[in-house]
């Protein structure tokens, strides 16, 4: 039953986080220290300024990062349908030219084959 609770970690919702604390952390810390209005609206002004550059640099990482994943998503997908389509074609090839004796024997090899593309496709 915890278990169908315990969200899995989401990097969204980490840096949705990280962000909230850092301009409540910055708010209290400009609004406990003794300071004439003045100053007040300048640091305000200096922190607004600060976060949003610091918000855009997030910004430009996590895209940088998504367009990298995705890259290399689209690279392994390429990968393992050219290794199913080499799978295919060799046990087609294979199964034209069996005699029923040898038809029990490929069935093994079938098996074998295909528990390799499984595996291939849970490491990756």
Sequence with gaps: MENEVVKEFNG???VLGSIIGAIG???AALFLAPKSGNEL???LNSGTVE???????????????GSEW??????????????AADSTTRLAQKAQKLTPAQEKEMD????TESAATADIAEHK
Excluded: C, Q
């Design 12 to 14: 969204k919702e980490f």
């Design 108 to 111: 093994s090899d079938v098996r």
């Design 70 to 83: 995705k890259d290399s998503a689209i690279d392994k997908g390429s990968e393992w349908k050219e290794k």
């Design 41 to 43: 609206r300048s640091d």
């Design 25 to 27: 952390g910055a708010l």
């Design 51 to 65: 976060l949003k550059h610091r918000a855009s640099d997030w910004k430009n990482k996590a895209y940088s990062k």
